[in-house]
């Protein structure tokens, strides 16, 4: 079983371009986030959504966007990368209802130069 | 504002010892409290969790205890082994529909042979 799949898992981006990292689940999931994680900091969730065509922001949304169009994926955007960007993505899902286990992908690492 | 405080930052134990990691929450609304398990290069994965309906909680050789008047919770390892070696993270939420996990910062453990 796939799970939770997160695409690139590597990438290098120099100061104020662009670029989208993409989210897929193919266990039906109600929810899906996007938490970055940072040294000494845990992680942080940056939006959520909720179902198909919703999403809401998280504790640290400044400088993403998201989208989630089709229920299985749920893509982050970042308009102009900067170096505070340089983290590790994590993509997470979970079934609606009350105290369900959340599966993450396993990570992007971004390095913005 | 961290909701979520967990210590130690870092734990070295050596093999057949026990691991105890300490979470403290802010939130009274709280009733959910998973722990984490992360090996390096993987996203995390849930590895035990409890509501405030019981004080302890064992599952093999993982133990949470719940003291709800204190708001603390911790993980205990017991016969640690060096395959334990990994990043634990301890998180709260509401135990509700579409209640968002908050995470701790995160507790890197190093068991020796």
């Known amino acids: 079983n796939a799970g939770v799949t997160q695409t690139p898992k590597f990438r290098v981006l120099k100061t104020g371009q662009s670029m989208t990292l993409l989210c897929a689940q193919d266990?039906?999931?109600?929810?899906m986030y996007w938490y970055r994680q940072d040294p000494g900091m845990g992680l942080r969730l940056i939006h959520y959504?909720?179902?198909?065509?919703?999403?809401a922001k998280g504790e640290v949304p400044d400088g993403y966007n998201v989208s989630r169009l089709k229920k299985q994926n749920f893509l982050l955007g970042l308009e102009s990368a900067a170096p505070s960007q340089t983290s590790v993505y994590f993509c997470a899902s979970r079934p609606g209802g009350s105290g369900n286990t959340i599966y993450f992908g396993e990570g992007s690492w971004l390095t913005v130069v | 504002q961290q909701q979520v405080k967990q210590s130690p930052q870092s734990l070295i134990v050596q093999k057949g010892g026990i691991s105890i990691i300490n979470c403290a929450y802010e939130n009274t609304a709280f009733d959910y409290f998973p722990w984490y398990q992360q090996f390096p290069g993987k996203g995390p994965a849930l590895l035990i969790a409890?509501?405030?309906?019981?004080s302890e909680k064992k599952e093999g050789r993982f133990t949470i205890s719940f003291n709800k008047s204190a708001k603390q919770f911790s993980l205990h390892i017991m016969d640690s082994q060096p395959g334990d070696s990994a990043t634990y993270f301890c998180a709260a939420s509401k135990d509700t529909s579409g209640s968002r996990l908050t995470f701790g910062e995160g507790t890197q453990l190093t068991v020796n042979p």
């Open positions: 266990m039906n999931h109600e929810y």
């Open positions: 959504s909720v179902g198909e065509g919703t999403t």
């Open positions: 409890i509501r405030p309906d019981v």
